[in-house]
């Protein structure tokens, strides 16, 4: 599933293409907002939250659009063959005279009161890419978490959003902590988290992600050169791979 590090740079695509501009194309291809007419409507923006996209409008009205696992937005000229957007996998298609933005295999399309977002993204923990992260709340979350392992309550976007397995594996890593370690016995969670905050801005500024472990198994770990392994956090069907080194990140 694309992290927050990807979502937040199809945010600025879509800003760059249509923020300020009134929308003289607008498809909703999904079941429940078909209907929905946002045509003549000006955009004023669009933010990343986590792993969601609120899109609002001058009218009132906020455009909610989720990636999972497949979704993709991409930006071609307007009236182009590509802006046609012909495929059965385009769920939303938003264009000014300029700009056509196509929202591909997106897995969550609605359109709420921008006054309403809560009921979209109200359940997810403080934005670990927002300009000001409340560490303070995020901290209070997590302690609920209890004893459930480490790895499963960064990756729980109701403690703090925006991390995926890539960034969870990455910041484990970083700060030496074994993925299945309680997370109340963990020493420094502000640390650990302000760890994949960082990494996430760096790919959000220079689209390079750390590398380090995640999708190296059985390669050589970067500091101590033992095999990289993986194991597997949370409880089936929802659970997630996670790569580590053994022996730098041992119990």
């Known amino acids: 599933m694309p992290e927050g590090d990807t979502v937040r740079r199809a945010a ?3 800003d760059s293409a249509l923020a300020g501009r009134r929308l003289v194309r607008a498809e909703l291809r999904w079941p429940s907002v078909a209907t ?10 669009t933010q990343s939250v986590g792993k969601h996209l609120l899109t609002r409008l001058d009218d009132g009205r906020t455009l909610h659009t989720h990636l999972r696992m497949d979704g993709t937005w991409r930006i071609e000229p307007t009236g182009s063959d590509r802006a046609a957007a012909r ?18 295999l997106l897995g969550m399309v609605d359109v709420v009161a921008t006054a309403d977002e809560a009921s979209v993204v109200g359940h997810l923990g403080p934005d670990l890419l927002g300009s000001q992260v409340d560490v303070e709340e995020i901290l209070r979350r997590w302690a609920g978490a209890g004893s459930r392992p480490v790895a499963e309550v960064l990756l729980d976007q109701r403690v703090a959003a925006g991390l995926g ?5 990455e910041a484990l890593f970083a700060e030496g902590i074994w993925p299945w370690a309680p997370a109340d016995e963990v020493a420094d969670p502000a640390r650990l988290l302000l ?11 220079h689209d390079v992600r750390p590398g380090k472990v995640y999708g190296r ?10 095999r990289i392994t993986v194991g597997r956090a ?3 069907p929802q659970d997630r791979q996670i790569y580590y080194c053994p022996r730098c990140q041992a119990p």
Not at 217 to 226: A, I, K, N, S, V
């Open 234 to 236: 949370g409880e089936p």
């Open 195 to 205: 760890a994949g905050r960082r990494q996430l801005q760096r790919s959000v500024l």
């Open 87 to 104: 495929s059965h996998e385009v769920r939303v298609v938003l264009a000014d005279g300029e700009w056509t933005a196509i929202g591909r």
């Open 217 to 226: 198994e059985r390669l050589p770990c970067p500091r101590c050169g033992t």
């Open 12 to 14: 600025t695509r879509l």
């Open 165 to 169: 397995t890539i960034f969870t594996a």
């Open 36 to 45: 929905v007419d946002l045509v003549g409507a000006t955009v004023l923006g």
